[in-house]
């Protein structure tokens, strides 16, 4: 019994100075957990893509020589767009800092844009009854740099370069078509344009793009179809506005979370 008590005695003691004793611990540290912010996205990279859309230009022919004798001055034949579509694609390379995006981009697109006006007929080639001056734009490259400000994955841009375009130019008889001279160039201008672009995967992002091409005028030289020989001397004046659906697949430059 009266080891019963001692007992008691003891845990009662321990359990009085236990509070004592837990008060001169240090407190416990307390470990939060960290707060995440939402992951941004970083344009840098080397990124590569497809592009498809339409595109008009404008031509106005302008006659200044006929069968080697200059027109002075030279006489109006007429104007025309020429329209339809566009497929290609397009590399380049961009990098980030803060919103500021900038970059550098080659394109390539295979163009079928067609159009065509009647000329004023005598003044061009008196033995024809009436000409039919076509234009055709077989191909576009456009070689631009770009400046861009991003908001995490939706990317809007403006970019201004170099532009080439493959033209052939036919004079036909109105109404059988059939070809009476031929004239073709590269020809070389600036591109200035606009984009938006929006990432929908870590490395994938799709967007719209819109450029005019300044192509100047050039003087180009017709041969007769088939035999050779100066036909006539056209000043032909062009630009180019073009739409396209971009999509592009981009190496490097993940998104990040930040902490």
Not at 128 to 137: A, D, E, M, W
Not at 207 to 212: A, C, I, L, V
Request: glycine share 16%.
């Amino acid at each position: 019994m009266k080891k019963i008590l001692q007992g008691v005695v003891v845990l009662i003691t321990l359990g009085v100075g236990a509070p004592a004793f837990a008060a001169d611990l240090p407190p416990a540290p307390v470990y939060k957990t960290p707060v995440m912010t939402p992951a941004y996205y970083d344009w840098s990279g080397f990124y590569v893509g497809l592009n498809g859309g339409g595109g008009s230009s404008h031509k106005c022919w302008d006659n200044v020589n006929v069968d080697g004798v200059p027109t002075v001055p030279s006489i109006r034949e007429g104007c025309h767009d020429a329209t339809g579509g566009l497929a290609g694609g397009q590399i380049g390379f961009r990098w980030q800092s803060g919103g500021w995006v900038f970059g550098v981009e080659a394109q390539g697109d295979w163009a079928a844009l067609r159009g065509s006006n009647a000329s004023i007929p005598v003044a061009v080639l008196p033995t024809v009854p009436l000409l039919t001056n076509q234009t055709k734009i077989d191909a576009i490259g456009l070689f631009t740099g770009q400046v861009g400000y991003a908001w995490n994955s939706v990317l809007w841009y403006v970019k201004g370069g170099a532009a080439l375009t493959d033209d052939r130019y036919n004079g036909l008889i109105t109404g059988t078509n059939t070809l009476i001279d031929t004239a073709r160039e590269t020809r070389w201008g600036g591109a200035v344009g606009t984009g938006i672009e929006v990432a929908f995967a870590p490395n994938w992002s799709v967007g719209f793009e819109y450029d005019h091409l300044f192509m100047g005028s050039r003087n180009n030289t017709f041969t007769f179809d088939g035999q050779g020989g100066l036909s006539r001397i056209d000043r032909i004046s062009q630009d180019v506005d073009m739409g396209t659906v971009r999509v592009n697949y981009r190496w490097g430059g993940p998104v990040i979370a930040k902490y």
